[in-house]
Structure formats: C-alpha cells, structure tokens
C-alpha cells in the first residue's frame, strides 16, 4: 500500500498542515486537524483505489455540519434535538454515535471547546474584562460551572490562567 510520491503531493501537502496546526494550537485546531483527515481519507478513496472500512459509513459525513454548528454557537445554549436535526439522525442515536465516533460524549466535547475558547479569550483580553465576561462568550452561565469545568480540563482556574499565563506551555 504504497503511494508513489510523484502521486502523493495532496496527502503531503495535508500531512504538513495537520502537523503545523498541531504545532501552532490556534483556536479551533483540533477542527482544522479533523477536517484535513477527512480531505486525505476522501483522496485515498477517490484517487487511490483505497476501500472506505466498515466502520465508515453516510453518518460520519452528516455530523460534520454538527461541529460547524457547535463552533459558530458556543456562547449560546446547544441543545441535543438541534444538532441530531443538524446531522438528520434521532436525539438518542446521534448521541450515541457520537460517543462512538469520538470517543468522548457530546456535552464532553462541547465543554472541551468551550474552555479551548475560554483559554484563547484569557489569553488575549485584558483585566478589564472579568471571569464572568469570558464564561458567558464562551456558553456557561455561571462562573461556578466555569470555573469547575475549567479547572477539570486544564488543572487550574482561570483566575490562576490569568495571573500565570505560563501554566500552559502551548
């Protein structure tokens, strides 16, 4: 299962940009990474005879709208029914499909992009603007829930984030 390289610039070509936006970590990456691997799977399937597998089927491609949608509306209440209507599937299989395809629950994925943006507005906004400020650009409603969600993701609050912006090395 070899390409030859005269025939392998597009996958190289994705390759090198999987590897700078993992270098980089700029908001949304874990996006950007998603979406190039699934250009790469399209072009081995379209270009080099390569077979889909099994597990691989219509549904992954109809949750990928669903993901446009979480990032486009992470300050605002997302709700189950809404994005099984996004993807076409019902509540109870898309969530559950989701966790197979993710290995992570839904609201487990949400959340992590919640603080990912969390960290990038911590990162970039000044003293004037507040804690709370941030958690509500970012969909929680309170600080507490912020707060605790945050510092089970990153091992800290983001109070200390503020204060200390070397907690993260990335």
């Known amino acids: 299962n070899r390409i030859p390289a005269e025939n392998a610039t597009f996958i190289r070509e994705c390759h090198n940009v999987i590897r700078k936006e993992f270098l980089e970590k700029n908001e949304q990456y874990p996006l950007a990474i998603r ?13 080099h005879n390569y077979s889909a597998p099994a597990t691989i089927n219509n549904s992954v491609y109809n949750i990928l709208p669903v993901y446009e949608y ?36 839904l609201w487990e994925y949400i959340a992590a992009k919640r603080i990912e943006k969390a960290v990038s507005l ?23 829930s912020f707060n605790k969600t945050f510092k089970q993701q990153n091992g800290f609050t983001p109070s200390e984030l503020r204060r200390d912006p070397k907690l993260l090395s990335y």
């Open 35 to 47: 979406a190039r691997l699934h250009l790469m799977l399209i072009e081995l399937l379209r270009k």
């Open 70 to 105: 979480i990032s486009l509306h992470l300050d605002e209440k997302l709700e189950l029914k809404t994005l099984a209507k996004i993807a076409g599937m019902s509540p109870n299989y898309f969530s559950a499909f989701f966790k197979k395809y993710n290995g992570i629950t």
């Open 122 to 144: 911590i990162r970039k906004s000044d003293q004037n603007v507040t804690i709370l400020d941030i958690a509500l650009q970012c969909g929680f409603n309170n600080t507490v």
